[in-house]
């Protein structure tokens, strides 16, 4: 596509339930990054992928985050038993090999009840 | 520890006037730093990105200088439209790969008519 795109754009899910982000990368792009941010705050590194492996997920913050890219291309990041303290902008950007910018997709605003 | 801080925390201008946005970091070892635009819930677009070795980059209004020296970043807006408002944020990678982003918290600017 012609740009990172992410869904849901808006997910409210109620606290201790399951949820899915998915983030479509730019096609081509190796890198692909997860980010959390929160109201008024700069976005928070969470995970970062090269290819199909995760290179880095020293960001996520505890064994309830979990992301995937398979096939090297679309990840989902995966959060298990939801907590208030979880609603923020996930944002997703990916770039291409050896690449210094990051495109960012749109986000996907998550809401715990 | 990285660390990027950013300052004013938020910039009230008069459509037409110049601002100046500034960014420090604490962030070893440096690869990159980047300047993004991110309108109210969307995801951040790249402005400008500078290496080491670059001490000033334009993109149109927007011009960015780096003191690799001091550690410290400014993004200079000149006669600034109302479409600017948004906020802006400071990014630096660090490692070898440049792909561990730290990002700042982001100055607000308000340009009124």
């Known amino acids: 596509g012609a740009g990172v795109s992410q869904t849901p754009s808006n997910k409210v899910t109620e606290k201790g339930k399951y949820v899915e982000l998915r983030c479509d990368p730019i096609s081509g792009h190796t890198a692909l990054y997860w980010y959390r941010q929160s109201l008024g705050q700069g976005p928070e590194f969470l995970i970062y992928?090269?290819?199909?492996?995760?290179?880095?997920d020293s960001g996520l913050p505890n064994d309830r985050f979990f992301a995937v890219r398979p096939e090297g291309s679309v990840s989902t990041l995966k959060i298990q038993r939801t907590e208030r303290g979880d609603s923020a902008v996930y944002l997703c950007?990916?770039?291409?090999?050896?690449?210094?910018?990051?495109?960012f997709g749109p986000g996907t605003r998550l809401t715990v009840l | 520890k990285n660390q990027v801080e950013q300052s004013p925390q938020s910039l009230i201008i008069l459509e037409g006037k110049n601002c100046t946005l500034q960014?420090?970091?604490?962030?070893?070892?440096?690869?990159?730093l980047r300047w993004y635009k991110q309108d109210t819930g969307r995801g951040p677009v790249s402005l400008t990105i500078?290496?080491?070795?670059?001490n000033t980059k334009s993109n149109g209004r927007y011009t960015a200088t780096l003191d690799a020296d001091t550690k410290q970043s400014s993004l200079h807006i000149t006669a600034s439209q109302l479409s600017d408002s948004a906020s802006y944020i400071c990014v630096v990678s660090a490692g070898t790969g440049g792909f561990k982003t730290i990002f700042g918290a982001g100055t607000r600017l308000f340009v009124k008519a």
């Open positions: 960014c420090n970091y604490t962030v070893s070892p440096f690869s990159n």
């Open positions: 500078m290496t080491f070795s670059e």
């Open positions: 992928f090269q290819g199909t492996g995760a290179a880095d």
């Open positions: 950007a990916s770039s291409p090999e050896g690449g210094n910018e990051q495109f």
